[in-house]
């Protein structure tokens, strides 16, 4: 008996981060998303978003994930983005954010190419109040688990501590550590406009369960659909697992 | 806090007998600055042309060319057909400003309270009180005259009792060599300077009184061409008809009513310093030096209500080797803990060798600020607290690497967008929104520059690719709309070759979507080079 109150004080100990409730909950909108979340994504916590660099499907995803998430009060709020300044894939494009609904003059972007040093930024851009939410954009430390999953965790305690959400974004890496993980690549929605969509995969989520689907997004209602498939078939890599990191191979 | 800044330190001219306010007037400043810089040939015809809704117009011309019939407000290419041997180069106003910025501060020679107005291109003294330092108004003026003459300058200059009837003489009746004076001492009685005043005044234009265009032209209309014509209608009578203005600069004119100008600020250096005894040197011991000179630093501002947007840390040690460093604020501040914030790893990069004697603090870009009052009741504003962020991490990672997007009124897509410093930034960039119906062209999320080459396959040459092949990888596209045609600065001189660019936004087989663009023109046999420039959502 002594030995199980033990026990669970221990674990109430390691689970203590855990068990701070999070500062609400965005909703899709979209009902089966909606339940897998367990109501919405987190706010004020980390979430990695994974994708191909040659596509805008991450960034596409990641614009209107915050058009949804700072609507209303916090609209003018602004985000910082922590990367390397000039990736494979470019740069944040003023005239196409203002297009989709984003004012880009709330954008500030750090530009540091050393990926710990872009950590320590966004952890700081993290503990500032006033801060919508704050990307990264250092998937190249996936290569290195250790350091990985340490960036993953203060990422998630700063995010927790300053109620602010943090986005990291990576071509492929573990989401262990982060609260959600979810997987994006373009998709074909079989509709006459070009209204923006994507094949979105949550592989990883804390307490829930995993979802996948077409989304479509509506950029000046900020809303999400869901577009079923014309053929199972047509889904870009429906579920495919999260390619961990070589220490997992 | 620019308006409190300006309450504290405008000065307001109203009904005082003692004022001797001077203008002077140079209608020619602009030409002659640029002339100068360019090196045109001395008083041949020149004129400066600036844009005024989307027409070229003469902004400024020079003497010579004002006697051969050109005159401001002429259209650049009537100017021309005119005098086709005159010189014509843009006019700068933000160099105007700056030259008559100058001239009002070498004026502080005569009195304390000076200022200029650029739209006039006019800079004025304040010389009451002041003036018998040189030996009355009349030699003040005679000594201004002959100092802007030598300089090569032609300057209309008038002194009146107050700033509208300096103004008016020296813009419309003061000539080159012959400075206007309307507060001597001879004039006598208040009536009698009254009466002078009066009859210097009324046979002016009534532009003379700074009215917006459309009461000139009402007034043109009703044949009021003089202010002296204004003297004897009566006040409520020319309200009712053209609105309470032309009252106000009627009596503005006479000193009658208050006038609030901006004379410009006088800087003091803010500095403060510390030696020691014994040199310092140790962790501790320096940022201790540091913590030190900031606090010091922060109750000088406090002191003089000042707010500072540079700071300067600098020493000196023993074998008489100086350093320093800077810090760039966002937003002007003299909170000590923001300072201390910022200079926290200051103390690890000193290298102070057999130890520091000498340690200074210096403020640059001063404010005036009002002391913040204490917010019990709510929290500190949400820009502040970024503007804190973003000086914090351009002090830790260097001011060149936070940066933010400003919009650049450019049709090339690559110049559309500039990255400017967020330090660097006074106010935050503007950006317009297009609406949910806008028409605008479809413009990527993510823009490569520079663009990247790949190759492409259409079916017909001015027809949108079919097949792309970029960084080995083979991308089927499933359709396209397009194309955009964006055409190269053609008006723009030293442009090697002008071909324009076809852009299409398109689809491939997987989804992802692209802009692809094609440099040359096949319809015009120009060879076509494709790329990707960027992708979309």
């Known amino acids: ?249 | 806090m620019d308006s409190t800044s300006e309450d504290s330190q405008a000065l307001i001219t109203g009904r005082r007998a003692d004022r001797q306010m001077v203008c002077v007037h140079l209608p020619e400043l602009a030409v002659q600055q640029a002339g100068r810089a360019a090196g045109w040939p001395d008083k041949g015809p020149a004129a400066l042309w600036q844009l005024q809704q989307n027409r070229q117009i003469l902004a400024c011309v020079s003497s010579a060319a004002g006697a051969a019939g050109l005159s401001v407000g002429m259209r650049l290419a009537d100017a021309r057909a005119l005098l086709p041997e005159a010189v014509f180069a843009p006019f700068d106003p933000a160099a105007l400003a700056g030259l008559l910025d100058r001239l009002a501060r070498w004026a502080w020679r005569y009195s304390p309270l000076a200022g200029c107005d650029p739209a006039a291109s006019l800079f004025w003294i304040e010389a009451g009180g002041a003036s018998h330092l040189q030996g009355g108004p009349e030699a003040l003026l005679a000594d201004l005259d002959s100092r802007l003459a030598a300089a090569g300058l032609t300057a209309h200059i008038a002194m009146a009792p107050s700033y509208g009837a300096a103004f008016a003489l020296a813009c419309h009746a003061a000539r080159p060599g012959q400075p206007l004076c309307l507060c001597g001492a001879e004039s006598g009685s208040v009536f009698g300077r009254r009466r002078a005043l009066l009859a210097a005044l009324s046979p002016l234009p009534v532009a003379a009184l700074r009215l917006d265009a459309d009461i000139g032209a009402g007034l043109a209309q009703a044949g009021l061409h003089t202010i002296g014509s204004l003297f004897g209608q009566k006040r409520a009578s020319l309200t009712v008809r053209f609105g309470p203005q032309l009252v106000w600069r009627r009596d503005q004119l006479l000193g009658e009513r208050d006038e609030r100008l901006q004379p410009l600020p006088v800087e003091q250096p803010a500095l403060v310093s510390r030696s020691w005894a014994e040199p310092i040197s140790g962790p501790e011991a320096l940022a201790r030096m540091v913590t030190d000179l900031i606090a010091d630093m922060a109750d000088l501002m406090a002191r003089r209500q000042l707010q500072c947007r540079l700071l300067e840390i600098g020493w000196q040690r023993v074998d008489g080797q100086r350093g320093s460093q800077h810090f760039a604020l966002s937003r002007p501040t003299r909170a000590a803990s923001l300072l201390a914030r910022l200079t926290a790893d200051l103390a690890c990069h000193i290298d102070a060798g057999f130890g520091i004697e000498y340690g200074w603090a210096r403020a640059g870009r001063l404010s005036f600020g009002l002391p913040e009052n204490l917010q019990l009741d709510r929290r500190p504003a949400a820009a502040s607290l970024l503007d804190d962020l973003v000086d914090h991490l351009s002090a830790r990672l260097g001011s060149a690497k936070v940066r933010r997007l400003q919009p650049v009124r450019q049709w090339q897509p690559d110049k559309a967008q500039q990255s400017l410093p967020a330090a660097s930034l006074d106010q935050p960039p503007h950006w317009i929104l297009p609406g949910p119906d806008s028409l605008s062209a479809p413009r990527p999320l993510r823009l490569l520059s520079p663009p990247e080459p790949l190759e492409a396959t259409a079916l017909l040459p001015d027809h949108a690719p079919r097949l792309l092949r970029w960084r080995g990888q083979n991308w089927v596209v499933q359709r396209a709309s397009g194309p955009e045609r964006i055409g190269p600065p053609w008006w723009q001189t030293g442009q090697p070759a002008c071909r324009s660019t076809d852009y299409y936004r398109l689809e491939t087989e997987n989804g992802a979507r692209l802009w692809v663009g094609r440099h040359g023109l096949p319809e015009r046999g120009e060879q076509a080079d494709w790329f990707l420039h960027g992708f979309f959502a």
């Open chain 1, 1 to 249: 008996m002594d030995r199980k109150a033990a026990f669970n004080a221990l674990k109430k100990q390691i689970l203590l981060p855990f068990d701070q409730p999070a500062a609400g909950r965005m909703a899709f909108a979209v009902d089966g998303l909606d339940q897998a979340l367990g109501g919405g994504l987190a706010r004020g916590r980390a979430h990695l978003v994974t994708g191909s660099l040659l596509d805008g499907a991450v960034a596409g995803f990641l614009l209107a994930v915050l058009g949804r998430l700072l609507a209303g009060a916090n609209s003018q709020a602004p985000v910082v983005c922590c990367g390397a300044p000039r990736g494979l894939a470019g740069q944040l494009y003023g005239p196409g954010l203002a297009q989709l609904g984003f004012d880009p003059a709330r954008l500030v972007l750090v530009c540091e190419s050393h990926p710990l040093r872009g950590m320590a930024a966004a952890e700081e851009a993290l503990a500032c109040r006033g801060v919508g939410a704050v990307i990264a954009d250092y998937g190249m430390l996936a290569s290195r688990p250790d350091m990985w999953q340490k960036a993953a965790r203060r990422l998630q305690l700063a995010a927790e501590q300053g109620g602010t959400t943090a986005f990291v974004t990576a071509v492929s890496a573990s989401p262990a550590g982060f609260e959600t993980g979810w997987h994006l690549a373009p998709a074909h929605l079989a509709e006459p406009g070009w209204q923006p969509g994507w094949s979105v995969a949550l592989q990883h989520i804390r307490g829930g369960r995993p979802w996948s689907g077409l989304l479509s997004w509506q950029p000046h209602s900020h809303r999400f659909t869901e577009i079923k498939p014309a053929s199972p078939q047509k889904l870009a890599r429906p579920g495919r697992k999260l390619r961990a990191g070589r220490h997992a191979a």
